[in-house]
């Protein structure tokens, strides 16, 4: 498709229950990205990929957080038992060469 | 290492009014430079790029930013402010390849609110 797609549009989760992200990039694109939008504006990315492989994780929390971009599927997030501070909206972005087109984001709530 | 610093939290204009958004950077590196605008409960849009191309960078909507290495600054102007402008505008930087490539690095977000 032409726009990032992302599922679903909120989520809310209990804490120390598992929470699953899902993204669709643009057709044609071979890197995808997620960050994760705290507090309104301060953004912090997690992971990227390039096609099926991990191209670079510094930013995610390893011991809860997963990612996978499998081909013919979706790409996605998943959080081991959520803690409360994981409440954030977690946006997908796709991206072909420089710049990176958005998805309209997940919003997760941990309560 | 990469950072960014939007230096206004809130801008405040009046409808019609030029609007002027700053952003600085600071890069080991050459660095892409880009205008996301995100209007509220939305995803991020991209307004314009730069990536070492010419340094006067036009984008959607009427927006450009000129790329300043001197000043290592990336602001953000429109010569006419328009209600539908309202939203928050982030800066944001990347590094050009290695390992990093495409990790992008935001600054903090401006606020914008057009007046009628």
């Known amino acids: 498709g032409e726009e990032v797609a992302q599922t679903p549009k909120h989520l809310v989760r209990g804490e120390g229950q598992k929470a699953k992200l899902y993204c669709a990039p643009i057709?044609?694109?071979?890197?995808v990205f997620w960050y994760q939008q705290v507090l309104k504006n301060e953004f912090k990315f997690l992971i990227s990929?390039?096609?099926?492989?991990?191209?670079?994780e510094t930013g995610m929390p390893k011991e809860r957080f997963s990612a996978k971009c499998l081909p013919n599927s979706p790409c996605s997030l998943e959080i081991q038992a959520t803690k409360l501070e994981d409440s954030a909206v977690y946006f997908c972005?796709?991206?072909?060469?420089?710049?990176?087109?958005f998805g309209p984001g997940t919003r997760l709530t941990v309560t | 290492a990469q950072s960014v610093t939007q230096l206004d939290s809130h801008v405040s204009v009046s409808e019609g009014t030029p609007v002027l958004l700053r952003c600085n950077y600071s890069?080991?590196?050459?660095?892409?430079l880009f205008w996301y605008v995100q209007h509220p409960n939305k995803g991020l849009q991209l307004l314009l790029k730069?990536?070492?191309?010419?340094?006067l960078v036009k984008g959607i909507n009427g927006f450009e930013a000129e790329f300043k290495k001197s000043e290592t600054s990336f602001h953000l102007t429109k010569p006419s402010a328009h209600m539908s402008d309202a939203a928050e505008y982030f800066c944001?930087?990347?590094?050009?390849?290695?390992?990093?490539?495409?990790?992008?690095?935001f600054g903090q977000g401006t606020i914008l609110t057009v007046h009628p």
């Open positions: 990929f390039q096609n099926e492989n991990v191209f670079d």
């Open positions: 972005a796709s991206s072909r060469s420089y710049e990176q087109y």
């Open positions: 944001v930087v990347t590094l050009a390849g290695g390992t990093s490539y495409g990790k992008l690095t």
């Open positions: 730069y990536t070492s191309a010419a340094t």
């Open positions: 057709k044609g694109h071979s890197y």
């Open positions: 890069s080991s590196y050459s660095p892409s």
